[in-house]
């Protein structure tokens, strides 16, 4: 039954569909279909589709008819629809392909890496390894991030060398020596250093070769100063040098190495045969144009993290963008150019360009970070963290600019959870960013007053470091501040004076150095460390660092009350507001003045009620005391006895001048409370000795306030008497009185 057009194209369709999906038995069908219902076709287009579709189902099994493939080839030649892909299809057959296909293919796309990739296998297969590694050459001349093309090079020059090196007759010295170098052959290079067919060059560049595989990096700048730069080296071994160089960051010595390079000399893209097309590829490979590109991208690169000559940065980039302006390598040099200037809007635009043509995405992602970095978006840093996670794993890198970004963002609960999945599933090698990561940690930790864990990731991160190097001393620094913030003043002078000794104490560490040694009289002040002056005072504090210090240094020339002024406001600008807000307490009672201390106590109470201590809340109740304010003073005592009763019960001697005692009668006797004040003396009595005075002074309250009592006043005679006080005549007169009439009144004479 015939088909209409309509349902011949149904099927080529599913067909098409079938072998994107790989079910290439399902295609027989559809093909069968279409194969008899040809004459329903009609145009160019319909016909190319078939006879692709065809070549590509033969090329899909194992047993390839190669004729029929032709035959189909041609097919598509004489319709003129013919396509690059369609020369691929049957030139990857490379077993069965004839040479022939391949030429006309090669000189209708004499830039397609794929169609000389599939020559080259085929030259390989059939041992004409010249051929192959002079179509590989091209390629990579054309396109040198062809990373197959790369890697079948080497191959193939590996089997030529062993070839040459098995042979019977003699091979010519020179090409053993270039497939030795090509493929890093140690023990050939190592045969040819006793050939003395080589030149004087050809002998320096072995023995170069050798050395660079076999001494280390500092031998080899040692010989480079003493020996190889005086020698007359080849253009081939000055590259070699300079991309070992470049690989050990040894950017003075390429500068040293390379001279201006060749100019590249293009030949014309004009060949009307397959043997002019071979001479064309061998012109193209031996222009010089990627080594020219090279040498811009090493001199560049020395400019830039050695020497930092913007000139010949500048040049570099001009001289090699305009030998190819498609170079992503050369476009990421241009991108660091702009990074010195501090241009960023252009380094970012000049680091997209590289990438749209072929830098990597990862290495794309990552100049990005240090973009981000520099200009500090921290969200900036967040998004480029995500797009490569999304397209390889994580690494500590983009871990740790994630975390910091985070802590930038004062995402800190967010930020501890990257820091702890870092340091938990990652190697933490010596030279890493495991340090950094318990640095943010110990940030928050400090941040949340977590001062155990603080030092815990304190001495985690020193064991990355030498003792005494910058990175040792800055965590040490940040102790100074921290442990200083935790009140332990003996300890933070111990890091303090220890960065001090080593040069290394931060600038603004130097007035918490001058207070330590000043308040604390255990603390012995160094000889060299210079005495506080006025113009160690910050003019226009703006920065909690800077109030914090005007404050320690106003404290140590004796200016209570600017000291306790530049703390109070440095305690509005910390995450430490609790410590700084009883720092300036203590400056503020020290001058003993008493209305800023009592406002201190109660911006404490109010704005930092977990803050609040038994200290603090006794001292705010001992100051309205001694301010007179007693009724609020007692309000105050009593609640410092109802909140920390322990501490008030056994803070004090149990003597006759226990403070908080005499402190609650002191208040009840200004507010003329005659019961608190007998209650609070009568405590003070409740002891086996007594205080004479007293005993006088409650018999005197008694005698005033309460004279019907006589037990009250019998148990106060009574006691001035067997404490052996001289007691008046009136005293013991009244003593004999008293007791006659307890004896009297309350007890029974016995009959």
Known sequence: ?????????????????LYKANLYKHLTPHISAVQENFEALDSATEYARYYRLVMLYIAAFEEINMPVMQSYLEALEAINE????????????????????????????????TLHLHYA??????????????????ILECYPATTEARLLLWEIETAYLEELCCSTEEANCYELL??????????????????ERLDEASKSLIYIQIALWEKRSVEILEYWKTEWKLLELSDR????????ARAFMMYNMVSQILRAPSKPEFP?????????????????????WQLAQHHYLLVGNSAYFHTGDRKVLNICVEQGLALNPKNPLLLVLKAKSFYLEENYNQTAAAYHEAYRNGLAMSEYLFYLLEVNNRIQSWQGILDIVTQFHKRKSPTLKTMFFKARALVMLQEFDAALEVINEALQDFPLPAHSYAPWFYNLRMLIHKRNHNYKAFLEDMHEEINYYKIGDSDYCSTMNMCVETIFEMGDYEECYKFAIYNYEQEQLSPELYPVLQWLCFYDFLIEKPDDLNDVTENDLIEEPTTFIDYRNNGLLHWIMGNHDAATASLELAAGLTTNKAYYLKLALTCSKEAFHNSKSIRLCETIKKELPESQEWKIDFDYANLLREEKQYKAALHSFKQVLQGYPDHSFFQFPKDDNHVMLRSLKECAKELGDIHELIKYNAMLLSKDNPSINLLKEHQEITNEKDKQDIFVRHNLLEGLFQLGTDMSKAESDELIQIKTKIRTNYFAERC
């Not at 390894?129 to 002079?134: D, M, N, R, S, T």
């Not at 060949?271 to 010089?288: D, R």
């Open 178 to 195: 270039d497939l030795a170098s090509a493929t890093h052959n140690l023990e050939v290079l190592k045969g040819l250093e006793l050939d």
């Open 82 to 113: 013919i396509q690059a892909s369609d020369y691929e299809v049957i030139c990857s057959c490379y077993h069965q392909c004839p040479g022939a296909v391949y030429e006309k293919a090669l000189m209708q796309y004499p830039y397609n890496e």
């Open 121 to 138: 296998l085929k030259l390989q297969n059939e041992k004409r390894f010249l051929e192959a590694i002079g179509i590989l050459k091209y």
């Open 1 to 17: 039954m015939s088909l209409r057009k309509e349902e011949v194209i149904q099927h080529i369709e599913r067909a098409e569909q």
């Open 268 to 288: 014309t893209d004009e060949f009307t045969s397959f043997q002019e097309y071979k001479e064309y590829m061998k012109a193209v490979s031996n222009s010089g």
């Open 237 to 244: 071994a000055r590259y070699l040098l300079a991309d070992y």
